[in-house]
């Protein structure tokens, strides 16, 4: 069914690379990914003749699916800018299921420094500082372990980066058990009591003068770093600042008079060692079916889970993307234009609660394969983007409008047909950072203005 009306129109108007199916940082122009053909539906449409006007064809995208990504990157790289955000904890999603991330990092040694031998070790700490990201349910006392990394990971052979699939082991001795109720107005900075044993080995190698305290990179092959595990009955996840201001381990002492701090912080030179570890486990929901990027999920097969017409996802974390194949109409008619066309998608009611939809989306061109191709762009090669409107009078309104006028117009004039294949996600650079989801249960719409001339 289509919808037309009369309108009055204003004018009409990257660090990615693949190599076995991986994902990695936005920074690259071309994506490898991959995935399964879907047949794009035949629409018919009519047009309304008045006149010089300017008309819209509304079309329900009946080839709607949602992908999954093979895997993605979380660290940064040797030579680009540190991770400044790393995402702590567990949380249930009634839509994807369960999401846990585990954070690596490494630290490194402050230098040198005189002591006395009046002065005597009283503690070490570990500490954080709240970003102000928080989704799941914060009602919750929140328990981590914190435990020190056996060895340093793995850089991969060919693009020096580490992805949300890797796992470094760990001493089974829990150096601090990290517990607290997450409420964001006492989440600012946060510090805890670590193992004393520890604190004391440290604080004799400062006394000492020792390489491992003289030299940084000593310290980072003999420590190595920690990790931050999280309970299996925690239920939200929290992003923690992940830069040397906020994530250390402290040594304090004193001498009866004064106190002093030593800090071990997270480096920023051998930031490259820093990364996040993921885990979905989508059982229990449709999306469980999605094994490999190869997989699609149709959106009629999640009809039941929904209470809709059907259900697509986009999410960070998970690897959501909902994939569409556009129908394709080219306005062959004697004097009628293209002159506008928006791509709609509306979130399902009630989806948001504890999981903020995004407040930008992205678009992103692919393959039939579900590979990702490349940022889709507007004529002046700037990415097109979808940003959150919020309609408070009707509130069934509310949704993302993405102008894709520019791109549909040339696929109107190209004779292939692989060209129609999109994604829909959060911007691809913070998938590692985000756990924000949209989940529509409505076809997402395409409207296409045209102009007709008597």
């Keep these: ?8 129109l204003p004018s009409p108007l990257n660090y990615i690379q693949a190599k076995n199916m991986r994902f990695f940082p936005f920074f690259f122009p071309i994506f490898f990914l991959c995935a399964c053909n879907n047949d794009l539906s035949t629409i018919g449409h ?9 008309e819209a064809v509304e079309y329900k995208i009946t080839n709607t699916s949602t992908i999954r990504i093979d895997s993605f990157a979380t660290s940064a790289g040797m030579y680009t800018a540190p991770v400044a955000k790393l995402l ?3 949380a249930e999603d009634p839509i994807t299921g369960t999401i846990a991330c585990t954070p690596y990092f490494e630290l490194v040694s402050s230098g040198s420094v005189r002591l006395t031998n009046a002065q005597s070790y009283d503690s070490i700490t570990f500490n954080f500082a709240y970003t102000g990201d928080i989704w799941g349910d914060t009602t919750n006392l929140q328990t981590f372990y914190l435990f020190r990394m056996q060895t340093l990971p793995v850089l991969d052979e060919l693009t020096k980066l580490i992805y949300n699939h890797a796992v ?12 607290f109720f997450p409420r964001k107005e006492k989440l600012k900075r946060l510090r805890f009591r670590m193992d004393d044993e520890l604190g004391r080995e440290l604080f004799n190698a400062i006394k000492s003068n020792e390489l491992i305290i003289s030299r940084s990179s000593f310290f980072l092959k003999e420590f190595n770093g920690l990790t931050l595990v999280a309970d299996p009955g925690n239920t939200c ?20 008079n004064n106190d002093y701090t030593y800090d071990f912080r997270k480096s920023s030179e051998y930031n490259e060692y820093t990364f996040l570890n993921v885990v979905n486990d989508a059982e229990g929901t449709p999306y469980n079916e999605l094994k490999t990027q190869l997989d699609n999920l149709d959106f009629r097969e999640a009809a039941d889970f929904s209470g809709g017409e059907g259900q697509a996802v986009t999410q960070g974390l998970g690897g959501y993307l909902i994939k569409m194949r556009l129908p394709v109409y080219a306005a062959n008619e004697k004097y009628q234009t293209i002159v506008k066309v928006e791509l709609e998608l509306f979130p399902q009611k009630g989806s948001s609660h504890l999981f903020a939809l995004p407040p930008v989306l992205g678009l992103y061109r692919s393959d039939r394969l579900n590979k990702l191709v490349s940022v889709l762009t507007d004529a002046a090669g700037r990415p097109v983007t979808g940003s959150l409107v919020v309609n408070p009078v009707e509130p069934e309104k509310t949704g993302y409008v993405f102008d894709i006028t520019d791109f549909y117009n040339t696929l109107v004039r190209q004779t292939t047909t692989n060209n129609n294949y999109i994604l829909v996600s959060i911007p691809l650079e913070q998938l590692s950072t985000s756990f924000d989801r949209l989940s529509v249960n409505k076809r997402p719409v395409l409207k296409v203005y045209f102009a007709k001339y008597n």
């Design 1 to 8: 069914m289509f919808y037309f009306w009369k309108i009055v």
């Design 46 to 54: 009519d047009l309304i003749v008045d006149g010089n006007a300017v």
């Design 88 to 90: 702590i904890g567990r």
């Design 168 to 179: 470094v082991p760990h001493d089974p001795d829990t150096l601090a058990v990290i517990q």
């Design 237 to 256: 996840l929290l992003g923690i600042n992940s830069g040397p201001d906020s994530l250390k381990m402290s040594v304090h002492y004193s001498d009866g």
